[in-house]
């Protein structure tokens, strides 16, 4: 399936993440890593579960507003049913061992120059790109 | 204003983002992945968008305070040993992440404006999680 190349979408968007993850250092001090949110919704007594479900609230709650008001974000899932279960799986337990994802490793972290991130990083690239890969080309596809 | 209501606004303009930038979209992170086939490199600008806007934005905040507006003190990760628990979780993640198309931050966003096939995704990740959680705490409690 083709995508739409698009620049300065990804580019804006990229940036309204980023100033996401700079407001949460500014007034909260916090690391704007999703897998660490998600422990918001496992561990409602602790502490920090408040903010962090509020900050998962608003992330799930802007693109549904947008909608409303009449965007459209483009959407296409190739991996349903099983494998998609499997795959989701397999995130849950790769974030919870790797402690941390795209936004916490990728972003706040590489944004820190911390080389426990770069090193999450680089690895999560490379295994991505090698399933993706191995899955659409290598079985004589 | 209060730790709750920031991390909402924080949580608004991240969601609103990964949803522009098309993160939450699976077939368009998938493409960037494979160069080989119908390449987008869109995911590249994502990144360097998030990247260089955080960069800039930590460098000014830690540059002019000691502590965040509405706390004592920044909370930033404290580990700093790259072993194989850092390297074998993100390799899993990374393979979970080519075969679903789906980050967790890309999910959680994908939910407000996809709930399906997103909602399978993410409860699926959340037994993953759950599972790991479990695993990780075995150990402590035969030796407690």
């Not at chain 1, 944004?111 to 680089?122: D, E, I, K």
């Not at chain 2, 209501?5 to 992170?29: D, E, R, T, Y």
């Not at chain 2, 305070?65 to 390799?91: E, M, N, Q, Y």
Request: glycine residues 16%; proline residues 6%; charged residues 10%.
């Amino acid at each position: 399936m083709i995508t739409d190349f698009t620049p300065l979408a990804s580019l804006f968007g990229g940036i309204l993440i980023g100033l996401g993850a700079v407001i949460l250092m500014a007034f909260n001090g916090r690391i704007a890593g999703m897998t660490a949110m998600l422990g918001g919704v496992l561990e409602p007594r602790n502490p920090d579960s408040p903010w962090r479900l509020a900050f998962l609230a608003g992330a799930i709650a802007a693109p549904l507003v947008a909608t409303l008001l009449g965007a459209e974000f483009a959407f296409s899932s190739p991996t349903t049913g099983p494998l998609l279960a499997v795959g989701g799986l397999i995130v849950g337990v790769g974030v919870t061992y790797g402690s941390g994802c795209t936004s916490g490793h990728g972003v706040c972290g590489l944004a820190r120059l911390s080389p426990r991130s770069l090193v999450a990083t680089l690895t999560f690239m490379a295994t991505t790109f090698a399933t993706v890969t191995l899955m659409r080309h290598g079985f004589g596809g | 204003m209060n730790r709750t209501l920031s991390a909402l606004l924080a949580g608004l303009i991240f969601g609103l983002g990964i949803a522009i930038s098309g993160m939450a979209n699976p077939a368009k992170v998938l493409n960037f992945f494979d160069p080989l086939g119908n390449w987008d490199p869109s995911l590249a600008f994502v990144m360097g968008g998030a990247l260089l806007t955080t960069a800039i934005g930590y460098r000014v905040i830690f540059g002019r305070r000691t502590a965040p507006v509405l706390d004592t003190k920044f909370h930033l990760p404290t580990a700093r040993t790259i072993d194989a628990r850092l390297i074998g979780g993100s390799a899993l993640f990374g393979i979970g992440w080519g075969i679903a198309g789906f980050c967790p931050g890309g999910a959680i966003p994908a939910l407000g404006f996809a709930p399906w096939p997103t909602a399978l995704f993410l409860i699926s990740m959340g037994a993953g999680i759950v599972l790991a959680r479990w695993v990780q705490a075995l150990p402590r409690r035969q030796t407690a």
